[in-house]
């Protein structure tokens, strides 16, 4: 996660309160979607960005998680993910992110 975007998910948590900002994912990787979640749970694990020590313990989902396309328009879902839904690994992205979620997250939806 770039630092302008930790900067952003600190802003809105600081802003709104960590118990009411969800961040969804939309990796294509596992291993980046891993290291995402671990990001906004429980600090960059690189220690270089805004993020650094900093465990907000936020929800975090994987835009292929039910609980994430159960609240989508249908018709949008498959104009818009059904495509990279098909071609993924949907099952290795989403676990990727519970695991991280259910290590660090203070907060789910």
């Known amino acids: 996660m770039d630092l302008q975007n930790q900067q952003r998910v600190k802003d809105a948590a600081e802003k709104y309160g960590a118990e009411n900002v969800v961040v969804i994912l939309g990796s294509s990787d596992a291993e980046g979607a891993e290291i995402y979640a671990e990001t906004v749970?429980?600090?960059?694990?690189?220690?270089?960005?805004?993020?650094?020590?900093?465990?907000?313990?936020?929800?975090?989902?994987?835009?292929?998680?039910?609980?994430?396309?159960?609240?989508?328009?249908?018709?949008?879902?498959?104009?818009?993910?059904?495509?990279?839904?098909?071609?993924?690994?949907?099952?290795?992205?989403?676990?990727?992110?519970?695991?991280?979620?259910?290590?660090?997250s203070k907060y789910s939806i």
């Open 41 to 104: 749970t429980n600090g960059d694990p690189t220690y270089a960005g805004p993020l650094a020590g900093v465990p907000l313990g936020l929800a975090v989902y994987h835009v292929f998680e039910d609980v994430i396309r159960q609240e989508a328009d249908p018709a949008l879902w498959e104009e818009q993910i059904g495509m990279m839904e098909m071609v993924l690994d949907t099952e290795a992205l989403a676990k990727a992110v519970a695991g991280m979620r259910e290590q660090y």
